[in-house]
Every structure is written in C-alpha cells, then in structure tokens.
C-alpha cells in the first residue's frame, strides 16, 4: 500500500545560462498526481552538470498513485522521453526498489503495516530541513506534539481501514504531549521558500513512548511509521521533512 522508491535520471541538455540546483522548489514533475510526496534532489551539487545522473525519492501514499506513477516512470523511461525539470533537458534512467542503507526505500502493504513491532522509542533522523506551524506561527524543533499533529490529520485522509481511522480519531490530542523527547542531535538551516526565509532543523531525534497507555501506543506507533512515507511537517511538498526511521 505504501511505497517508497528512488528515480534516476541524467541531464542531457544543460541549460548555462540557470544551472542552479533549487532544492526546495515547488513540484515539477508529477503535478497532476495526487497521494505522491517527492523529495528533494538528492545530492550536494549546487549546480547541474551535463550527462550527471541524479535523483529524487518518490512515495505513494494509495495504490492507485503508485500504479500511476510507475507506469508513467516506466513510459517514459523505455521512450527516452525528455523532460524540463528545473529549466534543464533530462530523461529517466531507473527506478530502484532497493537502496544498500533502506533510507530511500520501503513497500510496506496494509496486512504488514498493521503487524510492524510496537516500540517504547522512535528514533528518527530529519534527512531534510524540517519546520512545523501552529496557527501563525513556525517552529524550528523537534516537537511531538506538532510533529504528530498534522500526520493524524493525513493519516485520516489517507488510510482505507475504517476501523484504524476510528482508533486515531480517538486519540486524545494531549497524549502526542506525553511524548519526551530522550535525546536530540539538530541543527538550524536557513532557507527560502517563496521569496521567504525560514528556518529548519536537520539532524537525529529520539522520542520516548514508554509513558504513553499501550492501547494508545500501537496507533501512535503507526503514526510515525506512516510519516516515513509522507514527510513531515510544513512544505513537504518542496522536498522537506524527509525522514527516516
């Protein structure tokens, strides 16, 4: 049900009059699907280079968007098709399922979803810039409570199992307050989305869970194994709050 995959792709036209790689950009390629999250390009390069291969994450949040999405990767792919992405030429080289580390990847269906082990501490690591809002106001830390606020809210969108949604309905919000944070490692970065500069933190978070009511605790569990595949956050549809468990 939810996958989670890697496309590369090659230039094969550079533009050098605008080579700069934009990171946080708001999406290009896949804007007419819906239920897809796509990171950011996946490398230190400032700039494109020509015949350079690069690549981006790319998650399905609903079989019917994966199956959209890699039948027209795929298409695309087999025809050499070019694409302007970022003011450059590029064509599609592959679609990898499985990455050596498993940060990029994972294909996780309904039945294996509902059995992956509960646990007292979550440990995360925040692979993009990350930053939550309440009401007016950013955030630039680690905070459970916003943390999980947003994905309950995606997650009710989302997921297909009536019975599931009505556990996370359930919910006390103030429970995500419970949550401690048992050790951090982050740093502030600075960017600008929309002509306007923000501040986002990177680095490793762990959260601790063992205060938290055990029948409470398996559906905030899946709370935070289905952020892997939607991003977290504010401006996840610009690459941000990429994460990995």
């Known amino acids: 049900m939810f996958f989670s ?3 590369k792709f090659k230039v094969i036209h550079l533009n050098k009059d605008n ?3 934009e990171r946080f950009k708001e999406k290009y390629i896949f804007n007419n699907l819906k239920d897809i999250v796509i990171s950011n390009i996946l490398t230190k390069d400032k700039e494109f280079s020509l015949n ?3 690549f981006i994450r790319v998650s399905s949040l609903t079989p019917e968007s994966k199956q959209k999405i890699t039948r027209y990767l795929i298409k695309a792919q087999v025809f050499g098709e070019e694409i302007e992405f970022q003011n450059q030429k590029i064509i599609f080289e592959e679609i990898i399922l499985n990455d050596k580390k498993n940060i990029y990847t994972k294909n996780i269906d309904l039945q294996r979803f509902l059995t992956l082990e509960i646990k007292d501490t979550i440990s995360i690591k925040f692979l993009s810039p990350t930053i939550f809002r309440f009401g007016d106001e950013y955030y630039s830390e680690p905070n459970p409570y916003l943390y999980l606020l947003k994905i309950s809210k995606k997650f009710l969108q989302t997921f297909p199992d009536e019975n599931i949604k009505k556990e996370v309905l359930n919910i006390p919000k103030y429970i995500f307050k419970n ?3 048992k050790y951090q490692d982050v740093k502030i970065k ?3 989305i929309k002509n306007q500069q923000y501040k986002g933190f990177l680095g490793e978070v762990e959260f601790d869970l063992s205060s938290i009511d055990n029948s409470l605790k398996k559906y905030i569990n899946y709370l935070f194994y ?3 595949f939607t991003g ?3 401006f ?3 690459g941000m709050g990429q994460i990995n468990l």
Request: charged share 25%; glycine share 4%; aromatic share 20%.
């Open 232 to 234: 977290v956050g504010e």
């Open 52 to 54: 350079k291969s690069y």
């Open 179 to 181: 949550i401690k944070i």
């Open 19 to 21: 080579q700069k790689i």
């Open 226 to 228: 289905f952020s892997y």
């Open 236 to 238: 996840t549809e610009y």
């Open 190 to 192: 600075k960017l600008n």
């Open 5 to 7: 995959f890697l496309v």
